[in-house]
């Protein structure tokens, strides 16, 4: 993979537009050349490919289709993966290629916890909607769907059942789990909940990955960030600029503290344990979410972590490259399933179609 400046990236980004943006006929899209021997998968809600990323990494699955509405999120998969990505709303989505496995992770920001005005008529709630039309025209063998952990505690849990119900509804047995990917080897504290389908017609039970950590052997900060460097012409990793109360602030939080650790006339009306968190060296990271970086900063240096260094949390290898603004690149890792997580669960997926000859 090449390096890039800023001047290419930008021109490889209007380049990139032209690839399968809001094509309308999406019938007509190349589709990638199917082998025999592998599986085939059509994601949906694909965003910079983080989830594809570990199925792709198996080696035993074929993503022959994939969708996305951010058009930066497009672009950076079409120039990392491949250009099967259609950019279109979902909604649109007609006649998609028949699969043995659908995946995605509908937009989550409304049932997070992290959202105090979260409800589950948030619009943004209902995208969960349209994956499921998708999934009852097209019935794939088994489908999994990914979202926050705290889609499962909304109205008491009655949200949940009610998005699993529906589902269902589809011609499925439903399975789901809280996943935790710091115990899949990712240097991240992140739980996420995974909903598997199986169709109904096959009679076989679907078995959740079990951590591959032992004890508290977990990937740390120091593995991820420290150990490795990272080139200076990385096109990601560009340290943003502090304001002069930061840099103060920032004297005062050690590895692992926030402003909480700062004194009271040094803080502002944010989450306390949230706002300016400094990683910790020998730990695992905070969640990774889309805040441009701002609630990130370096264990031993006095700035924000970069968005390469997001991704690495994330498990994105070096060579992927994020197009768009430094907020949407940040909205791109932080809405990314970790690539090591994705990997276990593709591998428990291959291992449900093996041993049931499907």
Known sequence: ????TIRQLNEDSNNLAKLNINNEHHKTVSLKKISNEKLTVVSLFSGSGGLDLGFLATNNFDIIFANDFNKDACKTYAHNIGNHIICDDISNLKDLPQTDIMIGGPPCQGFSTGNPG????????????????????????????ENVSGMTTMQNGKAFELIKKELAECGYIIYDKILNAKDFGVPQNRRRVFIIGVREDIKAKFHFPDSIVEGQNYNTIRDTIINKSIPDNDPNHIVGKLTELNKVRLKFIPQGGSMKDCPPNLRNHSDLKRAMRRLDLDNVSYTIVHNNCDHYYHPTEDRRITIREMARIQQYPDNHVFFGSKSEQSKQVGNSVPIGLGKVMAEAILK??????L
Do not use: H, T, V, W
Request: no cysteine; charged share 30%; proline share 5%.
């Open 1 to 4: 993979m090449k390096q890039y």
């Open 118 to 145: 979260r409800s589950f008529d948030d619009p943004r709630n209902q995208l969960f909607k349209e994956y499921a039309r998708i999934i009852n025209q097209g019935k794939p063998k088994l489908f999994l769907m």
């Open 352 to 357: 449900f179609f093996k041993e049931n000859n």
